[in-house]
């Protein structure tokens, strides 16, 4: 395994934000011959890796810093719902030597993509808690051991696996980020305003506490003041219509929002992407703004 490289080393020497990837598996979902199989996109890491290694390409050839492997659903809870003849382990496995196999010599960094156990717009849960602990232990334990650089916990909205995702990186002593998925009025999905979750997770030192796959219209809602002792970052939505597992159209172009995030580039966010909608056009338009900012 080569070294891990650390985002905050990074961050310190590129001396702006960080440009993480877009869109993965709402990129891929339309080749899939299979859409209803509990592992969404993540399939296709088995029975089609040419794409996913093509679209990691794209995102590094567009100027992202930061790759996310295609494993938001290779979690136990998804794994166990298809009939896979390789072991979960060896799956992440697969799915992350995928990343690092296009990355190659190239200076960026891996995130392990470990999302919610079950659809991350699901508001009642049909898992137990034994369950989701065990989901998370298992995948993040797979991710790391893989060779990924930190764990990204994308699109929580429940504090319980909140909670469980931060103890047990903590406990292993693993880099991760978490991002949250919030409603229209900043809530998580659980009830919990987005400042009193962002007050428990810092708790736990991560790198950074991210927002994602959120419109540009709820997070411009936030009272970004509010973020300056901690270190920050945000990929928003970049569909069109009801924001759902379903087939994803864009629904921002990418001048446009890279424009938008002009807006927040004062509030000194460690990485900047784009979520569901978007592809590694978007990721080019956010380094044409960067280059033109940060270019003294």
């Known amino acids: 395994?080569?070294?891990?490289?650390?985002?905050?080393?990074?961050?310190?020497?590129?001396?702006?934000?960080?440009?993480?990837?877009?869109?993965?598996?709402?990129?891929?979902?339309?080749?899939?011959?299979?859409?209803?199989?509990?592992?969404?996109?993540?399939?296709?890491?088995?029975?089609?890796?040419?794409?996913?290694?093509?679209?990691?390409?794209?995102?590094?050839?567009?100027?992202?810093?930061?790759?996310?492997?295609?494993?938001?659903?290779?979690?136990?809870?998804?794994?166990?719902g298809e009939q896979?003849?390789?072991?979960?382990a060896e799956l992440v496995k697969k799915s992350v030597r995928l990343a690092i196999q296009t990355r190659g010599e190239n200076n960026i960094l891996i995130a392990g993509s470990n999302a919610p156990a079950e659809d991350c717009y699901q508001i009642k849960r049909t898992i137990s808690h034994n369950e989701l602990y065990f989901n998370h232990l298992?995948?993040?334990?797979?991710?790391?051991?893989?060779?990924?650089?930190?764990?990204?916990?994308?699109?929580?909205?429940?504090?319980?696996?909140?909670?469980?995702?931060?103890?047990?990186?903590?406990?292993?002593?693993?880099p991760f980020i978490l991002s949250l998925y919030l409603t229209d009025d900043l809530h998580i999905l659980s009830g919990e305003l987005l400042y009193d979750v962002i007050e428990y997770i810092n708790?736990?030192?991560?790198?950074?506490?991210?927002?994602?796959?959120?419109?540009?219209?709820?997070?411009?809602?936030?009272?970004?003041?509010?973020f300056h002792a901690i270190?920050?970052?945000?990929?928003?939505?970049?569909?069109?219509?009801?924001?759902?597992?379903?087939?994803?159209?864009?629904?921002i172009p990418p001048k446009e929002y890279s424009t938008f995030i002009r807006n927040y580039l004062q509030y000194k966010p460690l990485f900047i992407g784009s979520c569901c909608g978007s592809s590694p056009t978007h990721t080019a338009a956010i380094k044409e703004t960067f280059d033109e900012v940060y270019r003294n």
Not at 45 to 52: F, G, R
């Open 138 to 174: 298992h995948h993040i334990e797979y991710l790391w051991r893989a060779g990924v650089d930190f764990i990204l916990n994308e699109t929580f909205s429940h504090f319980d696996e909140i909670k469980i995702v931060c103890e047990l990186c903590d406990q292993q002593n693993i």
């Open 203 to 226: 708790q736990f030192s991560p790198i950074a506490i991210g927002i994602n796959c959120i419109s540009p219209a709820t997070f411009h809602k936030i009272e970004f003041d509010k």
């Open 1 to 80: 395994m080569s070294e891990r490289k650390s985002i905050l080393e990074f961050y310190k020497s590129k001396n702006r934000p960080l440009i993480l990837d877009g869109a993965i598996g709402s990129n891929l979902q339309n080749i899939l011959s299979d859409k209803n199989n509990s592992m969404w996109s993540s399939s296709l890491n088995i029975s089609d890796p040419a794409k996913v290694i093509e679209l990691h390409s794209k995102y590094i050839n567009a100027g992202a810093n930061i790759i996310t492997t295609n494993t938001f659903r290779t979690n136990p809870t998804a794994y166990h």
């Open 231 to 251: 270190k920050w970052g945000f990929y928003l939505n970049c569909g069109s219509g009801k924001v759902t597992d379903e087939i994803i159209e864009c629904g």
């Open 84 to 88: 896979i003849t390789i072991s979960n």
